[in-house]
């Protein structure tokens, strides 16, 4: 498998995060998002919305991450990063639902981008709008996990799951627009043990052959 992505971008880490999870070895293609090379038209005949990642598997293209770790979960179901009853299967991918449509879509690149260049609006604007809809996100995860019983040491019970794969990221990029994370003492519980997992620390954004300082 080739795997088009970004160091830093969350969206790519949730797909490597699965992709170590389930020892499925693929090779980085990096796309520097900063540099525009997601624009290129070479890349543009791969994932037509210039985003990331895309994920090739033999003569396959697949783009967006949530379907993405689906397709990895049905081709290689073992490590499984969904429980078995649809009961918990759904509070699972409600909880990835939740980062994956609700938060990352406001604060990615391409819209920090915009309120600059087109609305006009200063750095610390766009940060503060960052941090708003992060927090608010964060806010309603945090209350969902503490309050469920189905909670274990991860999101869902004690083995890792597609909701710990999409939080751990959010909480990242969270502490890079340095969000407060105090009130979250359940997710940083829950990010704890997932980073010292080796799958979680392979697909670390520093690990990655293109990252930067």
Not at 15 to 32: T, Y
Not at 49 to 58: K, R, Y
Not at 142 to 158: K, M, N
Not at 159 to 179: F, K, S
Request: glycine letters at 6%.
């Amino acid at each position: 498998m080739k795997l088009y992505g970004y160091w830093r971008s969350s969206a790519v880490y949730r797909v490597r995060i699965a992709l170590h999870h389930k020892g499925i070895p693929f090779e980085v293609v990096p796309i520097n998002l900063l540099a525009g090379e997601q624009l290129d038209a070479r890349y543009r005949d791969v994932n037509p919305q210039g985003l990331v990642p895309t994920l090739v598997d033999g003569d396959r293209l697949f783009h967006q991450s949530l379907a993405i770790l689906e397709y990895l979960e049905e081709t290689h179901p073992s490590p499984p990063l969904l429980p078995t009853p649809p009961h918990e299967r759904a509070r699972v991918r409600a909880l990835a639902d939740l980062i994956a449509c609700d938060v990352h879509p406001l604060q990615n690149t391409r819209v920090g981008l915009y309120l600059i260049e087109k609305l006009g609006h200063t750095e610390e604007e766009r940060l503060t709008w960052f941090r708003h809809w992060m927090t608010a996100g964060l806010a309603a995860f945090e209350e969902l996990v503490a309050r469920s019983p189905s909670t274990g040491r991860f999101c869902h019970g004690d083995r890792v799951t597609m909701a710990d794969v999409l939080l751990v990221p959010q909480l990242g990029n969270a502490r890079r627009v340095e969000c407060d994370l105090e009130a979250f003492p359940t997710l940083t519980r829950i990010e704890a043990e997932c980073l010292a997992l080796e799958s979680f620390q392979k697909a670390h954004p520093d690990q990655q052959p293109d990252a930067r300082p």
